[in-house]
């Protein structure tokens, strides 16, 4: 625990130093004229009164001089350390304050996080080998037999309990079918979104007209088919349905499972526990993302941002950013503060959005979704010195990264990282498919109004500064072990 800093107030400190030095003073001529009264009785009174008045008037003089120096820009700091910033009456500073809560409701468990991912790893590859074939049906789509994990539980930056897990499972197309991206200009400014194409006169379209009723759509131009999202959603909910009835029997031993279709076509499975599995009781939700593979790591993803029947595709890149972090990771000091920051910033935009209506929270969360958040983080990470990270300096981090947000969202554009931002800083290790390599820049936030950004800034600024009472106003009910955590996959 850091030692309190205790400062000196310089207007108490010199008025008792001249009333100590007067009192000394009166004594020193008190006794003094007492012995010249001793040894000679007739001394005259006189002098000694107008000494006496003498020191008083340069002690005054002094004084005021003395105050007048301490008073000046600049004279207390080259004595006296800075004094850290103070919250409330309390006197915590903001570091302080950051770091209780963070140890008692941000901070990942290792223990907890380590068991979860272990159980979460060990279901996930028993469905995905099930649901594997060698030689996909030239009527459907199968799994291609392995799984990536995605998301912040993995990344460690996760806010408060690893209690959902987000998995990415990777399809087969049958054989023959070729299916080319194609990106979607109708759409400018945002991540780009892409089309999976197959020519409409081709001999396999012909011959496998199953499939192509099931999983295929003829575009608006009528020149190509498109592969639907929502019939590939459909078909990987049943799918997954059969994988987990072949495995359900020795792990509903220790916990119940349960599989469901969200309305936005998201196959969520939960896992309760039953007794001991997973050591700390914690109920976990896992996402399932069917994917297809793009190339050099890279994967198209059913979009959520176009409207039914638009049949389009957000591009995933879970391998190049492993590898960034992993990167950056190298080159930041042992001791680095860059995923703490992280998680304190998400856990201010979560507790600031407590407070406020579903319309406004809705706005908020989708600005400063968890992903926009990274992006901010990452430009900062590029941006600054690798040792201007260590511990020690944790709130001039957050006071940066909350800077370069506002002066983002007043521009009005928070650039992809990988899709035309800053592509010339990427480290050699991250490679870019063909197709998005040469995209123009897009803009995260393209899809929201002035007013919505101008809100979502003054709102940030505001809860960074009145940080106590948030914090004090949220009362996250939440421990460390994660007992009680809502997760928002288990709540939907």
Not at 268 to 273: A, D, F, I, K, V
Not at 303 to 321: A, C, H, I, M, N
Not at 382 to 400: A, H, I, K, Y
Request: with cysteine.
């Amino acid at each position: 625990r850091r030692m309190s800093v205790y400062t000196l107030n310089l207007r108490l400190f010199w008025p008792l130093v001249t009333c100590i030095l007067t009192a000394l003073l009166l004594l020193h001529q008190y006794f003094f004229r007492g012995s010249e009264e001793q040894g000679n009785d007739c001394a005259d009174q006189g002098p000694g009164a107008v000494t006496l008045f003498k020191y008083i008037l340069a002690f005054i003089l002094c004084y005021f001089f003395i105050k007048y120096c301490s008073t000046q820009p600049g004279s207390a700091k080259k004595g006296f350390h800075k004094v850290p910033e103070v919250h409330g009456k309390s006197g915590v500073s903001k570091r302080e304050l950051l770091d209780d809560h963070y140890e008692r409701h941000v901070r990942l468990s290792p223990h907890v996080l380590g068991h979860s991912k272990a159980h979460v790893a060990k279901l996930v590859s028993e469905l995905v080998r099930v649901g594997r074939t060698d030689v996909p049906p030239e009527s459907s789509l199968a799994f291609r037999g392995d799984f990536i994990q995605i998301g912040s539980s993995y990344e460690e930056h996760k806010v408060g309990s690893p209690d959902c897990f987000d998995i990415l499972v990777p399809l087969r197309a049958p054989r023959g079918l070729k299916l080319e991206a194609g990106v979607c200009t109708d759409k400018p400014g945002g991540p780009p979104l892409c089309t999976l194409n197959t020519p409409r006169k081709g001999e396999w379209t012909r011959r496998h007209k199953a499939f192509m009723d099931t999983f295929m759509h003829l575009s608006s131009t009528q020149s190509a088919y498109r592969m639907s999202p929502d019939s590939v959603q459909r078909w990987f909910y049943t799918a997954t349905q059969r994988c987990l009835a072949a495995v359900r029997y020795p792990f509903e031993q220790r916990c119940s499972l349960s599989l469901s279709l969200s309305e936005e076509q998201q196959v969520l499975l939960r896992l309760t526990p039953r007794s001991d599995y997973v050591c700390c009781h914690i109920s976990m939700g896992i996402r399932l993302i069917p994917a297809f593979p793009l190339g050099d790591g890279a994967f198209l993803v059913a979009s959520r941002q176009g409207q039914r029947g638009e049949d389009l595709w957000t591009v995933y890149f879970p391998k190049q950013e492993q590898r960034l972090l992993a990167w950056l990771k190298g080159r930041l000091p042992p001791n680095s503060c860059h995923l703490k920051c992280l998680q304190l910033l998400k856990e201010v935009r979560n507790l600031s959005g407590e407070t406020l209506d579903q319309q406004s929270g809705a706005e908020w969360g989708g600005v400063l979704s968890s992903y926009a958040l990274k992006t901010a983080w990452l430009r900062l990470l590029f941006s600054t010195p690798p040792e201007s990270w260590d511990e020690c300096n944790l709130v001039d981090r957050l006071d940066d990264l909350l800077r370069s947000l506002r002066e983002s969202l007043q521009s009005r554009g928070l650039c992809h990282l990988l899709l035309g931002g800053v592509n010339g800083f990427l480290p050699d290790s991250v490679v870019l498919p063909k197709l998005v390599k040469e995209t123009v820049p897009s803009n995260l936030w393209a899809e929201f109004s002035d007013v919505t950004l101008d809100m979502v800034s003054a709102r940030l600024a505001y809860s960074w500064n009145h940080l106590p009472r948030l914090i004090r106003l949220g009362r996250p009910q939440r421990t460390s072990l994660g007992r009680g955590v809502h997760c928002k996959y288990i709540d939907a």
